[in-house]
């Protein structure tokens, strides 16, 4: 009987395993690159920022005592890109990272309460119903927490308009999402929200409306004064709110259009009298002092579309003291440099694969081997 071979010998198989071998070397570069740069780059930066230490407090002839401490996160300007100037890869990147950030922040940091100091939104001043129900659908998705967490929001004019486009609508819309408070008092500390776009009236001071309710809010703050000691924590009810002495207020606010007015300012620091004044907009830090003794700072963006190095403000806060410390997040930069030497390093891969380069590892090697037999 005559034998037919078929003639399938293993070289056959020899390019289909160089092919599989490439592909999964490929893979592995790629899993690993994004696993780094969407995940892990936010950890190991993040580690790195701490609690700032506060100060035990001693009265005369006694010794220093520790009050409980308040752990407070600030930040600011996220402007979640609506559907009319946000392109969708865009809005894609800028919230993944907002949401990975604020997500490993809670996760190793474990703060008590967070401020959100305005600007939430990018379109929230002109968006539909529908879009504004979907805009605060991924909000809620990103800036997820448990339930032992506050969060605390406070409207900017991106998400409300500034006072000369802004209605009774959008304020409503925006207050029956994130709640219409101005006075949040924990562990003996109060802070007073502030929407400075509401503040200003046609004279550039504050409008009729905002000005009785900052009354109303101080004279809640100021009835303490007059039966409890400064510098100690009231666990008193005051017009059946939380109240504290006037020393132990902090007021994150948002600021109308770069700066408030100096009339609309100096109402705010009589009234409140606050020994700590946190601000959003400016989409940058910076500090200044009121009259001398009132410190203002404003915290940068949170966001990758408005700053290369976003950062938040960490606050350990006592009824009597505070310590601030600044937590940079992941620079756009550096992730993107290393997305390019991904892509580098896959081209050379490639080529040297396919004989079209010589391997750098074969080339050195040969080197070592010449310079050895000389």
Same mark, same amino acid.
């Given at each position: 009987?005559?034998?037919?071979?078929?003639?399938?010998?293993?070289?056959?198989?020899?390019?289909?395993?160089?092919?599989?071998?490439?592909?999964?070397?490929?893979?592995?570069?790629?899993?690993?690159?994004?696993?780094?740069?969407?995940?892990?780059?936010?950890?190991?930066?993040?580690?790195?920022?701490?609690?700032?230490?506060?100060?035990?407090?001693?009265?005369?002839?006694?010794?220093?005592?520790?009050?409980?401490?308040?752990?407070?996160?600030?930040?600011?300007?996220?402007?979640?890109?609506?559907?009319?100037?946000?392109?969708?890869?865009?809005?894609?990147?800028?919230?993944?990272?907002?949401?990975?950030?604020?997500?490993?922040?809670?996760?190793?940091?474990?703060?008590?309460?967070?401020?959100?100091?305005?600007?939430?939104?990018?379109?929230?001043?002109?968006?539909?119903? !529908?879009?504004?129900?979907?805009? *605060?659908? @991924? %909000?809620? =998705?990103? /800036?997820?927490?448990?339930?032992?967490?506050?969060? $605390?929001?406070?409207?900017?004019?991106?998400?409300?308009?500034?006072?000369? !486009?802004?209605?009774?609508?959008? *304020?409503? @819309? %925006?207050? =029956?999402? /994130?709640?219409?408070?101005?006075?949040?008092?924990? $562990?003996?500390?109060?802070?007073?929200?502030?929407?400075?776009?509401?503040?200003?009236?046609?004279?550039?001071?504050?409008?009729?409306?905002?000005?009785?309710?900052?009354?109303?809010?101080?004279?809640?703050?100021?009835?303490?004064?007059?039966?409890?000691?400064?510098?100690?924590?009231?666990?008193?009810?005051?017009?059946?709110?939380?109240?504290?002495?006037?020393?132990?207020?902090?007021?994150?606010?948002?600021?109308?259009?770069?700066?408030?007015?100096?009339?609309?300012?100096?109402?705010?620091?009589?009234?409140?009298?606050?020994?700590?004044?946190?601000?959003?907009?400016?989409?940058?830090?910076?500090?200044?002092?009121?009259?001398?003794?009132?410190?203002?700072?404003?915290?940068?963006?949170?966001?990758?579309?408005?700053?290369?190095?976003?950062?938040?403000?960490?606050?350990?806060?006592?009824?009597?003291?505070?310590?601030?410390?600044?937590?940079?997040?992941?620079?756009?930069?550096?992730?993107?440099?290393?997305?390019?030497?991904?892509?580098?390093?896959?081209?050379?891969?490639?080529?040297?694969?396919?004989?079209?380069?010589?391997?750098?590892?074969?080339?050195?090697?040969?080197?070592?081997?010449?310079?050895?037999?000389?």
């Amino acid at each position: 009987m005559a034998r037919i071979g078929l003639g399938f010998g293993r070289w056959n198989f020899h390019p289909l395993k160089r092919k599989s071998s490439l592909l999964l070397k490929l893979i592995a570069v790629v899993f690993a690159v994004l696993l780094v740069c969407e995940f892990l780059i936010y950890y190991l930066v993040i580690f790195q920022c701490k609690w700032p230490e506060v100060k035990p407090t001693a009265d005369d002839g006694e010794q220093a005592t520790r009050e409980p401490v308040l752990k407070a996160m600030f930040l600011a300007d996220t402007h979640l890109l609506g559907e009319f100037l946000g392109h969708w890869l865009d809005k894609l990147r800028r919230e993944w990272q907002m949401e990975r950030a604020f997500q490993t922040a809670l996760w190793l940091l474990q703060p008590e309460v967070v401020f959100i100091l305005g600007d939430v939104f990018d379109e929230g001043k002109w968006s539909t119903p !529908e879009a504004w129900v979907d805009d *605060v659908a @991924r %909000f809620q =998705k990103m /800036f997820r927490h448990p339930s032992h967490v506050q969060l $605390k929001v406070v409207a900017g004019n991106h998400d409300i308009g500034f006072h000369y !486009e802004m209605n009774i609508y959008k *304020v409503k @819309r %925006f207050e =029956k999402v /994130f709640s219409s408070e101005r006075l949040f008092s924990w $562990k003996g500390i109060n802070f007073v929200m502030v929407n400075s776009v509401a503040l200003k009236g046609d004279g550039c001071g504050i409008c009729s409306e905002a000005e009785a309710e900052l009354i109303e809010v101080s004279h809640r703050l100021n009835c303490s004064r007059e039966h409890y000691p400064l510098y100690r924590r009231s666990d008193a009810n005051c017009s059946g709110e939380d109240a504290a002495p006037p020393e132990e207020r902090n007021i994150p606010f948002k600021e109308n259009y770069d700066v408030l007015s100096r009339e609309a300012s100096q109402k705010l620091l009589w009234w409140l009298q606050p020994r700590l004044v946190l601000s959003g907009h400016t989409h940058s830090a910076c500090e200044v002092h009121h009259e001398g003794r009132v410190p203002e700072l404003s915290v940068p963006s949170f966001s990758w579309r408005n700053r290369n190095n976003p950062s938040f403000i960490m606050g350990s806060i006592t009824p009597t003291d505070y310590a601030l410390s600044k937590c940079y997040l992941p620079r756009e930069h550096v992730v993107l440099i290393i997305y390019c030497g991904a892509v580098g390093f896959l081209v050379v891969l490639t080529l040297t694969h396919f004989g079209l380069l010589a391997s750098p590892f074969l080339s050195g090697s040969n080197l070592l081997r010449k310079h050895k037999t000389r």
